[in-house]
């Protein structure tokens, strides 16, 4: 294989690391102010999607207001849902919150079935079809935006959680929810506004990634790759979800080219398993001790 090619590759690979670290910031989110797991956040994804979708059908706006609206749809969606069921399970174990996301995520993918039917629908891109050529390197518009577009939003959220009051209570509630009750925080507030965070942040990866896997019912799926990329940086660490994103989109990429082509879609689950076994703190987290 020559240089550009494997350049075209690891750059193809970075775009789509770029996704599943989004999706793993948008687990992180969750996990880190109520210590739960959200496995019906890809589902949410691809429900925004559809929303942003079908009001491009009907009033033909511009992608940015398809964005837009996908983002609204996303963060009512993520409100409603943690008014109306998680908050009334508060007090049930992490374990139990776990099997009431994998349930609402089995009921938005057969909701998504009825109003949209399980077709692949093109979905329109913000970046143009022709290759760019950078030197003897020929780059898809579309691998390069979606790169440039989650570091933009990666960027955004780190200013949020270092610079804003509503970030700093969120890492407050991440590190001691009693501290942060008695110095005066709301928790249930920072609950709604994680999930109505993680939300937005979905819907974004959604409507860059939907013009290159197609819209459909079935690509809420992308959250298992997001979990694993979080698992992979070390879960619970926002600049880990970044560094396993990317690691994991460039490892799915390479491993066919040295490999049988069948493998690429068990990479995932190998890098898990490896991780779990060789390193299970992650690239950049650390195994916590505690004394008992």
Do not use: C
């Not at 590759?9 to 793993?24: E, F, N, R």
């Not at 102010?33 to 959200?38: D, I, V």
């Not at 001691?176 to 990866?205: F, P």
Request: charged share 10%.
């Amino acid at each position: 294989m020559t240089t550009a090619a494997l350049i075209h590759v690891v750059v193809s690979g970075l775009a789509t690391g770029s996704i599943y670290a989004l999706m793993a910031i948008s687990l992180v989110i969750i996990y880190n102010a109520t210590r739960t797991l959200n496995f019906a956040q890809g589902e949410m994804l691809m429900i925004s999607t559809f929303v942003g979708w079908a009001v491009y059908q009907r009033l033909k706006l511009p992608l940015l207001g398809v964005m837009l609206v996908a983002v609204v749809g996303a963060a009512l969606l993520a409100w409603a849902i943690e008014r109306a069921i998680i908050r009334h399970a508060i007090s049930a174990t992490h374990f139990d919150v776990l099997i009431i996301t994998l349930g609402l995520s089995l009921m938005l993918r057969s909701a998504a079935g009825v109003a949209w039917t399980h077709d692949d629908f093109p979905f329109p891109s913000f970046f143009g079809d022709r290759p760019m050529a950078v030197g003897p390197v020929r780059l898809a518009p579309v691998s390069l935006g979606i790169i440039g577009a989650s570091l933009a939003l990666m960027a955004a959220l780190w200013a949020l959680f270092t610079r804003t009051r509503l970030g700093r209570a969120m890492r407050a509630v991440a590190q001691n929810q009693r501290a942060a009750r008695l110095m005066g925080i709301s928790v249930e507030r920072v609950y709604s506004a994680s999930w109505v965070l993680a939300a937005v942040v979905g819907a974004i990866a959604g409507v860059l990634i939907a013009p290159v896997i197609f819209l459909s019912s079935k690509m809420g799926i992308v959250v298992i790759n997001g979990f694993i990329a979080a698992v992979l940086g070390g879960f619970g660490s926002m600049p880990g979800a970044v560094v396993g994103g990317m690691l994991l989109g460039v490892i799915e990429n390479l491993a066919p080219l040295y490999l049988p082509s069948s493998i690429k879609h068990s990479v995932p689950f190998i890098v898990l398993i490896a991780i779990l076994l060789l390193r299970p703190g992650g690239v950049v987290g650390r195994v916590a001790r505690r004394k008992v």
